[in-house]
């Protein structure tokens, strides 16, 4: 019998390798598409609602125009809002603000360079995703065009940023617990492999050595090792005739 040189892998450690890196690779390629489609649904969900919502606030501007008022402009954006829980800025043709739900409208700096607001003085409305530095927070923004001025809605979307963390972090416990079934399966399965693989080699140690009468119950073996069971019973008992 020819010595092994090394340590040689077991079954199970062959059959766990390809398992769980196939569905490590699965399951990551799930993460990955899964989180993009999370956050591509949020973020159009987002503009959606801005979309709505800003329409419905020109159409109350136009019907009650004493809203148009610097102060009660304001007022207006400061409760709506609150309740919305958006941000409503009111620019003017120039690109000064006029109106801010959340700061002093007079220490903002000019909003003409703006991506979303550039569009919207143009007469086109725009949804852009960026960083605003004056709260510290990605956003979603959507300006329309109102009266050669704009009006821009505005909501966070840290909130998308959380549940993508939460859905990775699920996946990561799906991940564990899947790859811990498939060491399992591995293991159960690998057994059905070796059981047959030790008895052959028994029989062919025995055969090796001039044992003929070979009589190896292959009943409950796969079909390849019961052929190979068979064929070396077969050889066996020629010999020995």
């Known amino acids: 019998m020819i ?27 799930f993460a990955a598409v899964s989180l993009v489609a999370l956050r591509d649904t949020a973020y159009r969900q987002s503009e959606d609602n801005l979309r709505q919502f800003s329409h419905a606030f020109t159409s109350l501007l136009e019907t ?3 809203l148009l008022d610097a102060e009660e402009l304001q007022r207006f954006c400061e409760i709506a809002g ?3 829980n958006f941000r409503i800025t009111y620019i003017n043709s120039d690109g000064s603000v006029i109106a801010d739900s959340l700061t002093n ?6 909003h003409a360079e703006r991506p979303e607001v550039a569009s919207a003085l143009e007469g086109t409305e ?22 050669g001025n704009v009006l821009r809605l505005a909501v966070t979307v840290d909130y998308i940023d959380t549940a993508s963390r939460n859905t990775a972090a699920a996946l990561v416990i799906a991940a564990f617990l899947i790859l811990a079934i498939a060491f399992g399966a591995s293991t159960l399965a690998s057994r059905s492999i070796i059981v047959p693989v030790g ?9 090796s050595g001039g044992s003929l009468d070979l009589r190896i119950d292959a009943t409950r073996f796969p079909r390849e090792f019961r052929d190979v069971a068979e064929t070396l019973t ?3 008992g020629r010999l020995d005739e």
């Open 3 to 29: 010595p092994r040189q090394g340590r040689s892998r077991r079954t199970w450690e062959y059959l766990f390798t390809a398992t769980g890196s196939v569905l490590l690779l699965a399951i990551a390629s």
């Open 64 to 66: 009650e125009p004493r």
């Open 82 to 84: 609150k309740e919305r």
């Open 105 to 110: 409208p007079t220490i903002l700096e000019n």
């Open 126 to 147: 725009k949804a852009v995703i960026r960083y605003s530095h004056s709260i510290g927070k990605p956003m979603v923004y959507y300006a329309v065009p109102f009266r």
């Open 199 to 207: 008895k052959l080699e028994e029989a062919a140690i025995r055969f």
């Open 234 to 236: 077969l050889m066996a």
